[in-house]
């Protein structure tokens, strides 16, 4: 019998391994060649150009033009590279301007890496593209315009990081050690997921969480089945949550309509406690960075949903979503 019992509990790991392998194999052959390219990209100046493009956006929303740095650094590399640059910019601005520059970084980034993920999973890459940088500025003007109808957080922003006099400038080599440590927390990161999500299963958590949220998620068009993986997307980030999806579409698990629906969700709404945390961290408006944001992405995606569900026939299907089961 105990021979028996530990048997199971080694097939039990031997899966969990094998499952975070399978997961972040798949991730790592989006996410590295991105990285690569994105770096080129970088130092050819590619970027100092798209935030040139920029600055009609900008000023659309009641922001200073030099922040079209800022957030072309954050849709084309991540969260932490558009702080940086925000800290090095060394502006003084309004709580109100911060959370809308915040709110619109926290809405798009690592687009070439999440829209990459988000493909994978079987969503089209123009339509999440599309989709994340116009709920970006939609969201960034209503922040904008309700702080200046109304007043509020006009008081300048108490930014808990400052300019670190080093720049913004690292070698090549400490560029590379960086990747390969995002890399690695990435894995481990995953492998602790997969062991949650079955000790859930098993203990019947996972089923009761599923039946809290599935009002919400059905009234989003988001079946049962995906219903957890959404859960771990919209808290610790798309690449997790995605990762997790790409597999279980692949295994035929969830149809492509809910994989789409969930896709949607957490490319507006994901990493609710880091991704926010680091906003909270330059001066911004709790309330417009985390529960303003939720409101938001939720009504989109449910207004997304009915649209995909009652004007999108089954033939122009194709151009949005894609099965990727087999």
Not at 95 to 103: D, E, K, N, T
Not at 140 to 146: A, E, I
Request: hydrophobic share 55%; with cysteine; charged share 10%.
């Amino acid at each position: 019998m105990q021979a028996g019992y530990m048997g199971r509990l080694f097939l039990f790991f031997k899966q969990v391994f094998q499952d975070s392998i399978s997961v972040s194999w798949t991730l790592f052959r989006i996410m590295i060649p991105t990285i690569l390219v994105l770096k080129v990209l970088e130092e050819a100046g590619g970027i100092v150009y798209l935030s040139q493009l920029l600055d009609p956006v900008m000023s659309a929303v009641g922001l200073p033009s030099e922040l079209g740095l800022v957030w072309a650094t954050t849709l084309l590399v991540n969260i932490y590279s558009g702080l940086l640059v925000l800290i090095n910019l060394n502006m003084e601005l309004s709580v109100a301007q911060v959370s809308v520059i915040g709110s619109m970084m926290l809405l798009a980034h690592s687009l070439p890496v999440e829209g990459a993920i988000s493909r994978k999973a079987g969503v089209s890459l123009w339509v999440t593209t599309l989709v994340r940088i116009g709920a970006s500025f939609l969201f960034g003007l209503l922040l904008y315009h309700f702080y200046e109808i109304t007043g509020l957080s006009q008081q300048e922003a108490s930014m808990l990081l400052q300019q670190n006099d080093s720049g913004l400038e690292i070698g090549l080599m400490d560029w590379a050690m960086a990747q390969i440590k995002n890399l690695a927390m990435i894995y481990l990161i995953l492998t602790a997921l997969m062991l949650v999500l079955r000790i859930l299963k098993l203990l019947g958590i996972e089923a009761l969480m599923t039946m809290a949220l599935s009002p919400l998620l059905r009234f989003l068009g988001i079946s049962r089945e995906a219903t957890s993986l959404t859960i771990v997307g919209v808290t610790l980030g798309l690449s997790y949550g995605g990762g997790l999806l790409i597999q279980e579409a692949r295994n035929g698990h969830i149809q492509p309509r809910d994989i789409f629906c969930a896709i949607m969700l957490l490319n507006l709404l994901h990493s609710v406690i880091e991704d926010t945390l680091l906003i909270l961290l330059m001066g911004a408006d709790l309330s417009a960075i985390l529960w303003g944001r939720m409101i938001f992405s939720i009504l989109l995606v449910s207004i997304i949903s009915f649209c995909m569900r009652v004007f999108v026939v089954d033939k122009y299907q194709k151009y949005f979503y894609r099965s990727v089961a087999g």
